[in-house]
């Protein structure tokens, strides 16, 4: 058995802010069950001192085994769930299938809540419990070419709100981190599954598509960022603090661009926001 005064379970921990924050965490004293997907990376995980969990949220049998092995694991209880993993469904709202955006939905809503609503039970009846749940500015401020990424994460958004209301007093306090770029492989495996998931050929947005592809490909799309881009840690340092605070914040906005997001979409028209966000979108084909 485990020592249970800082247990936490982490998804996503292959790389970027997941890894970060377990390493952080553990640093720190904690005991972190730390999943992922794939063998290579639970080997890696188990290395590094974490106790690795696989996971996969799209499927419901997985996320009770994984349930099942943590609190094996701990005699029954827990201190916290950080809910990480995730990936970006990008592509025009018109192009993208009903498949596309259950999937983005399937991993980053789902799945999220199936989980979380496993573990809620141990944490009311040990009286105490942290959820932290790991959002974007794109659940406040919707992207064009990214809009099933948006509508999943303003669903994460409204989810969280209502289990924050619904869990007052009971002692589990539930907190947002609304991370703006940070330097990851989120483009990479965003670009990997736009490639196997939409059909540039054919579509009006072709000429978009292609830009943007040429410019991730070639490295670019993450330099003309990089002035605005933090490091995983920093979103891992505000996770921290929302599991370690007595009384944690219910947001945690990481990034310049996160917090001129939020402050936009809070005070600008609609009107204006069209055309502030617009010209990020089509500037890219031009030439």
């Known amino acids: 058995m485990q020592n249970l005064t800082k247990t936490v379970l982490i998804t996503g921990c292959s790389s970027g802010i997941g890894l970060a924050c377990a390493k952080m965490l553990l640093s720190k004293g904690w005991t972190v069950f730390a999943t992922a997907r794939k063998q290579q990376d639970l080997e890696k995980l188990e290395a590094m001192g974490f106790i690795s969990v696989p996971l ?16 094996e694991r701990t005699g029954g209880a827990l201190s916290a769930l950080v809910n990480n993993s995730g990936y970006g469904q990008s592509g025009a709202v018109e192009d993208l299938s009903r498949s596309a ?10 799945g999220l809540v199936e989980l979380t609503n ?37 669903a994460l958004e409204a989810i969280t ?14 907190s947002l981190i609304e991370p703006g770029p940070i330097f990851s492989s ?22 978009i598509y292609e830009k943007k592809v040429s410019l991730n490909k070639a490295g670019r799309s993450e330099n003309l960022h990089s002035r605005f881009m933090l490091s995983p840690e920093a979103a891992a340092k505000k996770i ?11 947001r945690y906005l990481v990034t310049l661009p996160a917090y001129a997001g939020a402050f936009l979409k809070r005070f600008m028209p609609d009107s204006v926001m069209d055309w502030i966000m617009t010209p990020s979108a089509m500037k890219k084909i031009k030439d």
């Open 186 to 207: 989120f483009r990479k495996n965003a670009l990997e599954n736009f490639e196997q998931t939409v059909k540039m050929k054919n579509s009006l947005h072709e000429k």
């Open 56 to 71: 996969e949220l799209k499927i419901p049998e997985s996320i009770r085994q994984a349930v099942r092995t943590t609190l």
């Open 161 to 174: 709100d209502a289990l924050r209301i619904e869990l007052k007093g009971s002692g589990i306090y539930v």
């Open 118 to 154: 496993h573990l809620i039970p141990v944490f009311r009846k040990q009286g105490h419990g942290r959820i932290v749940n790991v959002s974007s500015i794109a659940g406040r401020v919707a992207l064009p070419f990214h809009g099933a990424y948006s509508a999943s994460k303003f």
């Open 101 to 110: 955006l259950g999937d983005q939905f399937e991993a980053n809503v789902f």
């Open 240 to 250: 921290v603090r929302a599991l370690e605070s007595k009384k944690p914040k219910t």
